[in-house]
């Protein structure tokens, strides 16, 4: 069974950074996880579960949320099957539990189209 871990979460300050790898590992999933699309969502307190960012299996195409865009960027080490997000000029609303996800299908920007997600790991942002 295949499975994403979320690392790297915790305390970040306003105008700081953070980077989250998510790791693939399961011996199938990590083999086919570099030809997967590959995401990441949040959800904050109160709120629905959002879409942050997503990459194409190549890493030739990506995709942000307007809120994140610029400040936000999601990459890969394939040799590692590990998926980041670097999180720079940090804001209080970038508080969410924040969630890796890869699907074998094309890109998507919704939950529904993604199959495999992590456990989501909480990113606090203080003023």
């Known amino acids: 069974q295949g499975q994403l871990v979320e690392s790297g979460g915790g305390l970040g300050q306003a105008g700081g950074s953070l980077r989250l790898p998510c790791a693939a590992s399961g011996r199938t999933f990590s083999s086919y996880f570099s030809s997967y699309t590959k995401g990441w969502f949040r959800r904050a307190p109160g709120k629905e579960r959002e879409f942050v960012a997503a990459?194409?299996?190549?890493?030739?195409?990506?995709y942000y949320a307007d809120s994140v865009k610029g400040r936000f960027t999601i990459s890969r080490d394939n040799a590692k099957n590990t998926v980041y997000l670097q999180m720079n000029s940090l804001k209080p609303e970038d508080t969410a539990v924040y969630y890796c996800a890869a699907d074998p299908r094309g890109i998507a920007t919704d939950v529904g189209g993604y199959d495999y997600w992590g456990q989501g790991i909480q990113v606090t942002v203080s003023s």
């Open positions: 990459m194409t299996w190549s890493g030739g195409r990506t």
